[in-house]
DNA sequence: CTTCGATGATACCGATCGGTAACAAGCCAT
DNA sequence: ATGGCTTGTTACCGATCGGTATCATCGAAG
């Protein structure tokens, strides 16, 4: 086992932004956890990583599983800041809204996410009653309930199916790029578009 | 299922439907496997569940690696036997063969696969280069080529992209069984029926 | 019956797991 | 300087991990 991992904490204790021990461990679980799996990675691992030791790491989190809580709440809020950016874009236009959201898709797909989506994941590697596949849950619920709102104000015909096509389209093409051929999900998000273009609206015409 | 092989009446050890040591082993595995993900069992709990020992796993498997890529392949089979199953009962009506599909569908994710595709979830625990991950992968490609090759035998007009939309939206609704609102993933076939029905398609009318 | 391959049973290996105790060293405010 | 709080360091715990060695036992074929 090689323990050489590149840790871009570069910028260390010396009082960068992360030079908290408890930021520093939760960006190396971040990577790291996604990176292997949170059941394939130690906290030791962690702990190292994030330049720091398992006794500090276990002053913050009181375990493992907790610290697994941490993650995927972080992951959530990232999620969260994504439609937050895109909200404050265009806060008067539904339509641009969903346009943007599906450039956000296609630029992860094509570009990062090698690894599919990390809450995903950690769910298939977490018991049912586990308390980080709560926060999952919830979170996945709240996009799709976001889409649901998203195409209702962009004056969709049946914001409930459409909502639920894309979603189920963009979660397969994440777990689609780590198992098998990546072509259908970086195709999806022209599927996307022509799905947006096409399906019925409401009102005028 | 249970298409044993086994002509001997020397059945032992769970009732004779498996009574050879090797046959016992995958099927604990592919339940243990499955229910809790191949990092979180180890080769004892397998052996305990397949009512053997460590050492008899070891003399069929050379290691848990190799034990995974047997599970792997494993499923692999069962899913090509689905296929199989469905080309056997419509052999001259790939519509027939098409809708079949889409009533299996139905049917698992309405009554199993409460944990999802037992084959992505291995993906996201194990590393990109795992010997099993070549199964995997192989696996999901071939299947999305039998639906491209079914859409082209019922004469739809563009099978490639058509194969990539049903194939997203089933892999998606697999992942989303266990992160999230169950709701799309049991709504998902009633969005593939639509799908087939107005899909355009190739020469007469 | 004897022989032989397959299996069971158990003990063991080094490594690592999640988690903790104890104490030294640093920091910052008073 | 003095406290008090946060970190670093080290050693340790019991449990379990994947994997192996050894030997007893069993079933069937000759």
């Known amino acids: 086992m090689s323990t050489a991992q590149s840790s871009k904490l570069t910028d260390v204790k010396g009082g960068g932004v992360a030079s908290r021990p408890r930021e520093r461990i939760l960006a190396a679980a971040k990577e790291l956890f996604y990176r292997h799996g949170v059941n394939a990675v130690g906290v030791e691992a962690i702990a190292d990583a994030a330049l720091t030791n398992k006794m500090t790491l276990y002053r913050h989190f009181k375990s493992k599983d907790e610290l697994i809580v941490a993650y995927a709440r972080e992951l959530a809020a990232e999620g969260g800041a994504v439609w ?11 339509q641009k809204r969903l346009d943007a959201w599906v450039d956000y898709v296609e630029d992860i797909l094509k570009n990062r996410f090698e690894r599919g989506c990390a809450l995903a994941n950690a769910a298939v590697e977490l018991q049912p009653g586990h308390p980080a596949r709560t926060v999952i849950e919830s979170y996945k619920k709240q996009k799709r309930e976001k889409l649901v709102a998203l195409f209702a104000a962009a004056r969709y015909r049946d914001p409930d199916p459409l909502a639920d096509e894309v979603f189920l389209l963009f979660e397969g093409a994440r777990i689609s790029i780590q198992c098998g051929d990546r072509g259908p999900a970086l195709r999806v998000s022209r599927v996307l578009r022509q799905l947006l273009a096409n399906a019925p609206r409401r009102g005028r015409r």
């Open 84 to 94: 937050q950016r895109i909200d404050d874009a265009h806060p008067e236009d539904p």
